[in-house]
């Protein structure tokens, strides 16, 4: 499967950003899907993630409460709302996608990713 992150860009702080993940050469639903972000000279952290039947979501402690992930298997997307946006949410988003073993936070885990899409939250 072949993964695009789009709908970043430039938001003051406590406003909000729509991050989709599209899917290609391949179906979305036989996958787990999970955002990490990455801020310059950071690691890449771990932001959120949905089952592939999108019943089960789990958030960074960072992020709950203002994020939430979805998907729509027939379109073959997966959407990040991210309301009340702070300065410390600016980075570059990944989607990533794993087809087999238990939901994780681990980068490592993720076989197939995204290009990325920079969100850069100003104060």
């Known amino acids: 499967v072949q993964l695009q992150a789009s709908g970043g860009g430039l938001v003051q702080a406590g406003g909000s950003l729509r991050l989709s993940c599209a899917a290609s050469?391949?179906?979305?639903?036989?996958?787990?899907i999970a955002w990490f972000r990455q801020a310059p000279g950071k690691e890449r952290e771990f932001v959120s993630v949905?089952?592939?039947?999108?019943?089960?979501?789990y958030y960074a402690d960072s992020v709950k409460g203002r994020f939430t992930i979805s998907r729509d298997n027939a379109k073959n997307t997966v959407h990040l709302q991210m309301n009340s946006l702070k300065p410390e949410d600016t980075a570059v988003y990944y989607c990533?996608?794993?087809?087999?073993?238990?939901?994780?936070?681990?980068?490592?885990?993720?076989?197939?990713w995204g290009q990325g899409t920079q969100v850069t939250v100003s104060s």
């Open positions: 050469r391949g179906t979305l639903s036989n996958y787990i």
């Open positions: 990533a996608g794993k087809g087999l073993g238990p939901l994780t936070n681990a980068p490592a885990e993720y076989g197939y």
């Open positions: 949905i089952t592939k039947n999108g019943a089960g979501t």
